[in-house]
T-cell receptor
């Protein structure tokens, strides 16, 4: 079956530090990949997506590249801000199995001023 | 711009009671999804509807769980004979259907937090 594994948190960084949150996946076929973010007290929001190998998704300074050879979709940001503190979820959608999303366990990011 | 709404936001119930949650999707979104999120975990897919048709329900956790979307608009998720293990956040999401697009972004509601005592 499909699965997503992401690094456990919490990840604690100082403002302006470089961020990497690792995500690897197992899937049959060729999934689409996503990063969702959940700010405190809010619902899940789509952060970025990539639908095929070598695609790079980007939004709000965050980037992730779909690497089929390593089955990875690591999230990066060059300079984090306090406002980036949230829980980040990596997810996949198996394009051959409807539209349901399979999520990783989430990584809490805490950015200190 | 109204997003996905869920009601109630919090529900505390005693073990063995039945509970029902409501989800109102974004207007004109014809797909609606239910997920469950336990503490410290990612959301887990339960079921989804396209209009009023329930297209996938094999992931519902047991026969105590059921969902409906009778008119293709709002949906309800019911849990009968609740157990302490049902304590979780229940999330609803909706997405539009556009022709010639493979992916339809899912927009999530704030969730209903269920506590079974």
């Amino acid at each position: 079956g499909n699965s997503v594994t992401q690094m456990e948190g919490p990840v604690t960084l100082s403002e302006e530090a470089f961020l990497t949150i690792n995500c690897t996946y197992t899937a049959t076929g060729y999934p689409s990949l996503f990063w969702y973010v959940q700010y405190p007290g809010e619902g899940l929001q789509l952060l970025l997506k990539a639908t095929k190998a070598d695609d790079k998704g980007s939004n709000k300074g965050f980037e992730a590249t779909y690497r089929k050879e390593t089955t990875s979709f690591h999230l990066e940001k060059g300079s984090v801000q306090v406002s980036d503190s949230a829980v980040y979820f990596c997810a996949l959608r198996d394009n051959n199995a409807g539209n349901m999303l399979t999520f990783g366990g989430g990584t809490r990011l805490m950015v200190k001023p | 711009d109204t997003g996905v709404s869920q009601d109630p936001r919090h529900k505390i119930t005693k073990r063995g009671q039945n509970v029902t949650f409501r989800c109102d999707p974004i207007s004109e979104h014809n797909r609606l999804y239910w997920y469950r999120q336990t503490l410290g975990q990612g959301p887990e897919f339960l079921t989804y509807f396209q209009n009023e048709a329930q297209l996938e329900k094999s992931r519902l956790l047991s026969d105590r769980f059921s969902a409906e979307r009778p008119k293709g608009s709002f949906s309800t998720l019911e849990i009968q004979r609740t157990e302490q293990g049902d304590s979780a956040m229940y999330l609803c999401a909706s997405s539009p259907r556009r022709q010639r697009e493979i992916y339809y972004e899912q927009y999530f509601g704030p969730g209903t937090r269920l506590t079974v005592t």
